[in-house]
């Protein structure tokens, strides 16, 4: 299976490449991005020596999908789609923050909240809750953006201000579209039996100022998701959700002794594994979009996505 691990593409007026965890971004002449999706996969900040099979087509098409459903709430930067692995929008300063929002304990505001904190991102948690029970109204837990691989680090809205991360004028609207992207959200997957639990948006201004959501959005990479069947009765037991996100695994991870930090071992990921997490992803695309994941041609991938990009900017 011919899987992307990095690309070293040189497009026509391209001016610089970004890499990132698991997607590179080609400045085409400072108008335009073109972001790669790779099959390349990460846990607590950490990539992960195989990749997954289908997991850049899949994330691509989701982010496309719901960038599409939303646009009428919130703008964003996408202009086309050359390729299943392929995203191209308008050149964007991102903002240095990434604006998570939670509907529910779970992941890291469970692990914290276990730990005994009530205190995340300088928003109060109730007392008395469970794991992955509901909050009262989502709360936003802002984070850092991490450059060059680092942790990604929680940071609340005043020490944001008091920075100059993000001005307040900015920081408000930054606020709003993160809400409206998340009611959204949580129409789209209740439409398709699922709860969306928690997710992350990322946002940037064009250069004539306007802020528009960039990056991805509602993927499982970004975003945990329930399914809404048994949810209730779960929790009365005290049970497991049944979820569809990258939680899984991070999951695996934790019981194999890995959590990023310094001096753990990385655990050994068999071809079943690998090929198991792959049809999770494809699990998830079926039922967030509710359609049949076609898998696009791997053949000659390289290939097949510099054609495709060249064609396209060519036409521009």
């Not at 809400?179 to 959200?185: H, I, V, Y």
């Not at 890995?258 to 699990?283: A, V, W």
Request: net charge negative; with cysteine.
């Amino acid at each position: 299976m011919n899987t992307i691990n990095e690309t070293n593409f040189k497009f026509p007026q391209q001016k610089s490449v970004y890499k990132g965890k698991v997607r590179e971004v080609y400045n085409v002449n400072d108008e335009l991005l073109v972001m790669i999706a790779s099959d390349r996969l990460s846990a607590f900040d950490v990539i992960l020596p195989r990749q997954i099979p289908f997991k850049g087509q899949i994330l691509n098409q989701i982010a496309t999908k719901m960038m599409n459903d939303t646009a009428d709430i919130v703008p964003n930067w996408l202009v086309a789609n050359p390729d299943e692995n392929v995203a191209v929008g308008h050149l964007c300063e991102p903002f240095k923050v990434e604006m998570v929002i939670r509907g529910y304990l779970s992941g890291h505001a469970a692990r914290e909240y276990n730990a005994g904190k009530r205190i995340l991102c300088g928003v109060e948690m109730p007392e008395g809750l469970k794991e992955n029970d509901k909050f009262p109204t989502p709360i936003i837990t802002p984070s850092t953006k991490a450059d060059n691989g680092e942790h990604d680090e929680d940071i609340s809205r005043e020490e944001i201000l008091a920075k100059g991360i993000v001005s307040e004028e900015d920081y408000l609207v930054l606020e709003d579209y993160t809400r409206k992207l998340f009611q959204r959200g949580t129409e789209i997957a209740a439409s398709r039996d699922l709860i969306l639990v928690d997710t992350k948006y990322e946002f940037g201004k064009t250069r004539d100022g306007k802020i528009v959501l960039i990056d991805e959005i509602h993927t499982p990479d970004s975003s945990r998701y329930f399914y809404k069947e048994g949810y209730k009765e779960r929790q009365e037991k005290g049970e497991k959700q049944k979820q569809l996100s990258k939680e899984f695994v991070r999951q695996w991870l934790i019981e194999n002794g890995f959590q990023g930090k310094e001096g753990q071992q990385i655990p050994e990921m068999s071809d079943d594994k690998i090929n198991e997490i792959s049809n999770r992803y494809i699990e998830l695309y079926e039922q967030i979009t509710g359609e049949t994941f076609i898998k696009a041609n791997t053949e000659n991938v390289l290939a097949r996505i510099e054609k495709n990009v060249v064609n396209f900017l060519n036409g521009q």
